[in-house]
Structure formats: C-alpha cells, structure tokens
C-alpha cells in the first residue's frame, strides 16, 4: 500500500476497509468498532467515554482507555496516510478527506432520489435511490459489537428502508406495477406496520387487477395495526381503500418527458429552445426551492418568540430575524418550526443553509451562494466565479420574488452578511450564538431555558401525558435536572420511549448524580456536550481556563469584580473574559447594572470535566496582564 492508494470504507455490511482495492485489515471487532464509531461520527470527536459504552457497554474494563489507545494506534498504521486520526483531550476524531465512505455516498444518491421524487422525476429517482440501495452488501455493521450495532443499525436501517420505499413510489409512478408486487409482498411481511408500503402494494396489486388481494390486504395491515398499537390506520391508507372500492385510484403518473435526438446546432447568440434550457439548468429545472428541514412534529411551547418571528416576516418592522441562544434552547427547531408556518407567505420558495459546515468549518458564503442561485435556476456554467458577483446575482434575483432564507447555525455577522436579501418581499431567519449586531434590518430573537411548565408539557408530547402525568414531582424534578434546556429534554424523552418500562423517578435518579449526569444526557446523535463543545472551543485558551476556575472555585452568580478575585486578575479582565463567555453562551447574563453573570448547572458541569483534561493557559486573551489564574 503505497501513500496514494485511494481508500474506501463499507459499513453497509461488514466493517471493511480497502486501499488500492486491496482489503486492508482491521483487527478483531473491537478495533472495527472504533473505526466504524468514528467514521458514523462524521469527523466529529468521539469522546473516551462514547467509545467505552460502544465496545463494552455499562461495565467497561479498568484498562478501557489503555485498550482504546491501543486499538487507536493500530488503525493508525494501517490506515496511514489516507486518513488522519488525531487525538483531542478525551476524544478521538477521524478525517477521512477524500477516501470513500459507503454511507456518505447512500446519503448523496438518497438525497438526490428523493429531491427528484419530489420534482416529479421518476425516471431519475428510481435511478439515484437505485444507485444508493446498491450500496449495500447485506446486514450494517455486521462485524463490530453489540453495543455499536444496537445504537447505530436502526437508524441506518431506517434510511435504507426509507430508501427503498422511495424506490418502489418512483416505480409505480413509472407503471413498472408487475415487477414492484413480490418485493412489496417481502417487504409488507418483513414491516407489518409500515402503513406507506402497505398503500403502495394495495396500489401496485389494484393496478394488476387484483383488486380483491388488495382490499385483503388493508384488512390484515388493519388488524395488525389495531392487535399490535391499538390504532386504525392513518388517512393516507383509508383514502387508498376507499379508491379501491370506488375504482378511482390515480393512474401512474408518469410524467418523465424524454428527450431525443442530437442536441440542435444553433447561431451564436441564438436563444436555446425550451428542452435545452431545461438540460442546462440541470436538476433544478421547473423546481419551486423547498429546501427546509422536516418540521418538529412534537414541537412545544416558545408562543412568544413564534409570534414575534411570524410578526416580522410578515413585515411588521424588521423583515429578517436573527434567534440566538445558549447551546441546547432549541434555536434551530424553534426557526425550522416558525419557517413552516410561514410557508404561505413565501410563494416563491424557501432556501435552507446550515452554516456551520463539516468537521467544524464554517460554510464560506461563496459556496452557499452557489447552492442558492443553482436552486433559482442559474446553470452551473454560467455562476459568477466571484463571491461579491455571485452576491449581486443572488439579491438581483429575489428582488422580484417572495422566498425565506433560512441560515442555520451561523458564526458571526461577516458570514450572513452577504446571504441576505436586499430589496423585494425576501425574508431571513438566521439561528445562531453571536449577537450579530451589525446586520442591517435584523430583529433579534433570544432564546433561553424553557419555563418549567413548558418543559413538562415538551416530556408529555414526546413520552405521552399519561406517563409523565403518573409521577408529576419526578417529572418536575426531570425538567430542573435538564436545566429546562429543550435538548436536555430531547435527550431524556428520547430515553424514555426507548425504554418503555423506565419510571420517571428512576431517570430522575440517573441523573441526580453530577459526576454521571452529562453521560445520561446523550442518546445516538444527540449529546449535551456535543452541543456545548463548539461554543467553549471558540474562546481563546485562557478564557476557557479562566472558565474552569470559576466553575471550580466560583459562586453561581457573580461579579465581575467577584470574578477577578477567584481569577487573581483585574476587574477589566475578568470582565472581557465574562463578556467573551456570554457571548458564546456559556454564561448568561442575570443583571445589568452592574451585569451579573450565572452558570447554567449543565455548563459548569462541562466546564469542570474539560479543565480537568485541558492544560492552564497563562494568560488573558487581551495580552495586558499575566494573571495568577486565567
């Protein structure tokens, strides 16, 4: 293996990894689990402890790190130099660059098969989703532990399935009804209580003329439904009955136009026909931008800040806001759910970034801005090489045109500053931690924990009113243990429809404890120290340390002049420390004259681990003076 082979990485199947086609090894499973955890990551870090619970569970051994390190240090020669594996702290993080990876790969050809579903092109979706679903080679992950398989093979089976489901709705609108009948028998039979393949082989089996096999099976899916959940079926399957019964089940759609023939030589200068414009504006030709996430169907409470933000795009004021918040509010949920509501109001379309980018790189705008002005139909060759041309591009078009430009997770002002609309009925909805306080027109929005009430009613909606209404002073003391933070409470909902059979007093004892709470309040890609890890790694080095002392040796609520005591610093240090910490949320800020400043119980808990693993640093970010502590 030679230091240009390209890599390729499979968790679709077996955990493998090749170079140059050649199988490279990888050990036993355990050492497949860690490289498996770390590639799912997503160049993420993988704390020590995340790694511990995928190789061994609850009762890791006392040489669990020592074992880490010697799995860690294995990969590293055998996967050198395609990839690179660095150790942070108490973490692990794996940059794969340009090396292969089957699951990035399913996700690209999926996310293209169902925008292409969505526009109407059947054609290509059965082809794109086709592509992904060929990407595996049979059962995920299965060659790690236990422990890895049972956190990530739902989710990645979900996806699959999903896929395939898109598929087979791809096909049918392509009348290919006969051969879609016998995999939708196997896979009814394999998910009995998926009600969407349930209507497509009731479809497929009705256009086949066997409309009586249809109608069965409504009846069994019916029973099962009502045996195994104690439910009726939704109203997607009922209208799929009814149209059986009364014959009016649509026709396939197909609505795939193809395009034959040389493409046409044309004079310089001459306008390109209809087909040819469409070709060159690629995917996106005929396609309204519906780029926003899915909205929170469980979301909860936040009346106040949804009425203001649907006040502002409606014109009432400023016509773009900006929701800032400490890590864990529920910036990005509260945006995504007041976007959906004010869908009607932007015809034209909505745009949707998140700017936070991968592996911690911030998106540049220049990239956004491609993406955006592909979506409003500018064709690949004919983008603007320059940001500030692209720019003017971008604003020209939606200054006839009523779209929403959701900009999630954004850094700082110079980031969205050249993603805003200019003139026309545009809007923005910006989420973010900064104040953003140079951006023009801007009405902002902060977030802080939910009251606790709202935080009892965001558990009901997830885990169901019943059981939280069952033990109401564990399920209050829940609330306050999660710091009424909406993503805490994600967390422990998440954990208790995982676990049925958990009480509320018990999960209220898991986390009474401060040394195991920040592990309790993780679950698959949610983790409360994930989302607090960026905000304390954008501070300088001595504002963090400055951090942990105070969270050490510091009151809850203080000072900046209480502060310089416990730092041994000046009162003007302590003070642009405190300010810097604000900013990114890791403090809140209690009193205005003279500010005070408040730890959050989470934060200095997460404060006091990472001093624990991070070196002192000597010094305040400003330069002027080496205080004893900072």
Same mark, same amino acid.
């Given at each position: 293996m030679n230091g240009f082979d390209p890599f390729v990485f499979r968790v679709l199947g077996p955990v493998e990894a090749e170079a140059g086609g050649q199988p490279v090894t990888l050990g036993g499973a355990k050492q497949r689990t860690v490289l498996a955890a770390m590639l799912l990551a997503g160049g993420r870090p993988l704390f020590d402890d995340r790694l511990k619970a995928l190789l061994w569970g609850c009762e890791p051994p006392a040489t669990a790190t020592a074992q880490i390190y010697t799995y860690v240090s294995q990969l590293r020669k055998r996967l050198h130099p395609g990839v690179h594996l660095e150790r942070r702290t108490n973490a692990y993080r794996l940059e794969t660059h340009d090396a292969f990876f089957d699951w990035t790969a399913f996700e690209s050809l999926a996310g293209r098969g169902r925008a292409d579903l969505t526009a109407g092109r059947f054609a290509a979706a059965a082809d794109h989703l086709g592509q992904a679903l060929a990407l595996r080679r049979g059962p995920a992950l299965s060659n790690v532990t236990a422990h890895l398989t049972e956190q990530e093979r739902p989710f990645l089976d979900e996806a699959l399935l999903s896929a395939r489901e898109g598929r087979i709705e791809a096909e049918l609108a392509l009348g290919r009804h006969d051969t879609a009948v016998p995999q939708l028998m196997r896979l009814v039979m394999e998910n009995p209580l998926r009600e969407r393949l349930l209507g497509q082989l009731m479809t497929a089996l009705h256009r086949c003329g066997r409309q009586a096999e249809a109608l069965a099976v409504y009846e069994r899916g019916r029973r099962v439904l009502r045996d195994e959940l104690g439910v009726d079926p939704g109203r997607a399957l009922r209208d799929i009955q009814q149209s059986v019964l009364t014959g009016t089940l649509p026709r396939p759609a197909a609505r795939e136009v193809a395009v034959i023939g040389p493409a046409l030589a044309l004079p310089d200068g001459a306008p390109s026909p209809p087909a040819a414009r469409a070709r060159d504006r690629g995917a996106w030709s005929g396609v309204v931008p519906a780029?926003? $996430?899915?909205?929170?169907?469980?979301?909860?409470?936040?009346?106040?800040?949804?009425?203001?933000?649907?006040?502002?795009?409606?014109?009432?004021?400023?016509? @773009?806001?900006?929701?800032?918040?400490?890590? /864990?509010?529920?910036?990005?949920?509260?945006?995504?759910?007041?976007?959906?509501? #004010?869908?009607?109001?932007?015809?034209?379309?909505?745009? @949707?970034?998140?700017?936070? !980018?991968?592996?911690?790189?911030?998106?540049?705008?220049?990239?956004v801005l491609g993406w955006f002005l592909r979506a409003m139909g500018v064709a690949e060759r004919h983008l603007p090489a320059s940001p500030e041309e692209r720019g003017q591009l971008y604003r020209s078009l939606l200054a006839d045109r009523r779209m929403l430009v959701l900009l999630d997770n954004a850094v700082d002002d110079r980031q969205v500053h050249p993603l805003l609309p200019g003139a026309g009925g545009s809007s923005a909805l910006i989420t973010g931690r900064g104040s953003f306080a140079t951006l023009p027109g801007v009405r902002p929005i902060t977030l802080g924990p939910m009251g606790s009430d709202e935080g009892r009613r965001m558990l009901s909606?997830?885990? !169901?009113?019943?059981?939280?209404?069952?033990?109401?002073?564990?399920?209050?003391?829940?609330?306050?243990?999660?710091? &009424?933070?909406?993503?805490?409470?994600?967390?422990?909902?998440?954990?208790?429809?995982?676990?049925?059979?958990?009480?509320?007093?018990?999960?209220?004892?898991?986390? *009474?404890?401060?040394?195991?709470?920040? =592990? *309790?309040?993780?679950?698959? =890609?949610?983790?409360?120290?994930?989302?607090?890890?960026? !905000?304390?790694? &954008?501070?300088?080095? $001595?504002?963090?340390?400055?951090?942990?002392?105070?969270? #050490?040796?510091?009151?809850?609520?203080?000072?900046? &002049?209480?502060?310089?005591?416990?730092? /041994?610093?000046?009162?003007?240090?302590?003070?642009?420390?405190? *300010? #810097?910490?604000?900013?990114?949320?890791?403090?809140?800020?209690? !009193?205005?004259? $003279? $500010?005070?400043? &408040?730890?959050?119980?989470?934060?200095?808990?997460?404060a006091r681990e990472r001093s624990r693993v991070e070196p002192l640093s000597p010094g305040m970010p400003d330069g002027r003076r080496r205080p004893a502590v900072c």
């Open positions: 780029m926003l $996430p899915a909205d929170v169907a469980d979301f909860t409470g936040r009346r106040p800040e949804l009425d203001g933000i649907a006040a502002a795009l409606r014109g009432a004021g400023s016509r @773009h806001v900006v929701v800032t918040g400490a890590a /864990g509010t529920g910036k990005s949920a509260l945006a995504v759910h007041a976007a959906h509501r #004010s869908r009607q109001r932007f015809a034209d379309g909505q745009l @949707h970034a998140d700017l936070s !980018g991968q592996s911690g790189r911030p998106r540049a705008p220049a990239e909606a997830i885990v !169901g009113a019943e059981r939280i209404e069952a033990e109401p002073e564990a399920a209050a003391r829940i609330v306050e243990l999660c710091d &009424r933070l909406p993503l805490a409470l994600r967390i422990v909902a998440a954990r208790m429809a995982a676990h049925p059979h958990w009480r509320a007093e018990a999960i209220t004892a898991r986390l *009474e404890p401060e040394g195991r709470r920040l =592990d *309790e309040l993780r679950m698959g =890609d949610l983790d409360i120290r994930a989302a607090l890890y960026p !905000g304390h790694q &954008r501070v300088t080095g $001595p504002v963090r340390t400055a951090l942990g002392v105070l969270a #050490s040796a510091g009151p809850d609520t203080f000072s900046a &002049r209480q502060a310089a005591n416990v730092l /041994g610093c000046s009162k003007e240090d302590a003070e642009d420390a405190l *300010e #810097s910490l604000a900013g990114t949320g890791l403090l809140e800020v209690v !009193g205005r004259v $003279p $500010p005070r400043y &408040r730890f959050m119980p989470l934060v200095r808990l997460f």
